[in-house]
C-alpha cells in the first residue's frame, strides 16, 4: 500500500515570507495532486502533476514534480494570512482509491 | 450551480447506535466517494460508488456500508458505533465524462460518537 508522508507536519510563519511543504512516497506516483482544507470545509484541489519533472504555478503557489515521480513539493512565495489551511496531498496511482497524506498545517500571521 | 452537499453537520450519536450520512453529488457528476477524516489526520477513502454499485473500498469494516440512488445521490452507513468512529466524513464527487481525477469535496458531516 502506498504510503504519502508529508513535511513539516505544522508551519508558523509571518506574513511575507516564503515556505516549501513536502510529500513522499516509497512507490512512484502516476499522477499527484495538492488539496488546500480550511477549517469547516472539504479540501479543495489546487493542482495535479502528471509528469516528471514537472512545474506548475499558480499565482504564488509553485507546484514540482519529482524526475521519479515519488516526491513533490509545493512552494509559496510571500505567504498571506488567506493561505493559512491544511495542505494535502494525494493519489490514486491509477485505481479509484485515493490516498492522502498527513498533511502540512499552516498558519500565516499577519 | 450547487456543488457537494453533505447532511446534515454535525451529528452526536452513542456508541453502539446506527448512523446515516447523505450526500448529492455536484450537477453533472455520476461518481460519489466518501472518505473519513479524523483530527489532525488526512482524509482515509472508504469507498467509491459509480452506477448504484460500490466500485471500490478501502480498509474498512463491514460495518461501513453505503447506497448510492438512481439520482446519483450517496448514503453512508455506519452501524455498531465505536467511539473511534469519532470523525469527519467528507463525501466528493466526480464525473467520468468529465475530468474523470478531479474530486469536488463537501463541507463534511462531523460525527461525535459518545
Known amino acids: 500500500t502506498q504510503l504519502l508522508e508529508q513535511s513539516p507536519q505544522f508551519l508558523s510563519i509571518q506574513e511575507g515570507e516564503n515556505l516549501t511543504v513536502y510529500c513522499n512516497s516509497s512507490?512512484?506516483?502516476?499522477?499527484l495532486q495538492w488539496y488546500r482544507q480550511e477549517p469547516g470545509e472539504g479540501p479543495v484541489l489546487l493542482v495535479t502533476?502528471?509528469?516528471?519533472?514537472e512545474v506548475k504555478k499558480l499565482k504564488r503557489l509553485t507546484f514540482q514534480f519529482g524526475d521519479a515521480r515519488k516526491d513533490s513539493s509545493l512552494h509559496i512565495t510571500a505567504a498571506q494570512p488567506g493561505d493559512t489551511g491544511l495542505y494535502l496531498c494525494?493519489?490514486?496511482?491509477?485505481?479509484?482509491?485515493?490516498?492522502f497524506g498527513t498533511g502540512t498545517r499552516l498558519k500565516v500571521l499577519a | 450551480d450547487a456543488g457537494v452537499t453533505q447532511s446534515p453537520t454535525h451529528l452526536i450519536k452513542t456508541r453502539g447506535q446506527q448512523v446515516t450520512l447523505r450526500c448529492s453529488p455536484k450537477?453533472?457528476?455520476?461518481?460519489v466517494s466518501w472518505y473519513q477524516q479524523a483530527l489532525g489526520q488526512g482524509p482515509q477513502f472508504i469507498f467509491q460508488?459509480?452506477?448504484?454499485?460500490?466500485?471500490q473500498r478501502g480498509n474498512f469494516p463491514d460495518r461501513f456500508s453505503g447506497h448510492q440512488f438512481p439520482n446519483y445521490s450517496s448514503e453512508l452507513n455506519v452501524n455498531a458505533l465505536l467511539l473511534g468512529d469519532s470523525a469527519l466524513y467528507l463525501c466528493?464527487?466526480?464525473?467520468?465524462?468529465?475530468?474523470?481525477?478531479?474530486?469536488?469535496f463537501g463541507a463534511g458531516t462531523r460525527l461525535s460518537v459518545l
Open positions: 494525494a493519489s490514486n496511482s491509477g485505481t479509484y482509491k485515493y490516498i
Open positions: 502533476v502528471v509528469t516528471g519533472g
Open positions: 466528493a464527487s466526480s464525473g467520468v465524462a468529465l475530468a474523470k481525477n478531479i474530486q469536488y
Open positions: 450537477s453533472g457528476h455520476d461518481t
Open positions: 460508488y459509480y452506477e448504484e454499485e460500490e466500485r
Open positions: 512507490s512512484v506516483f502516476s499522477s
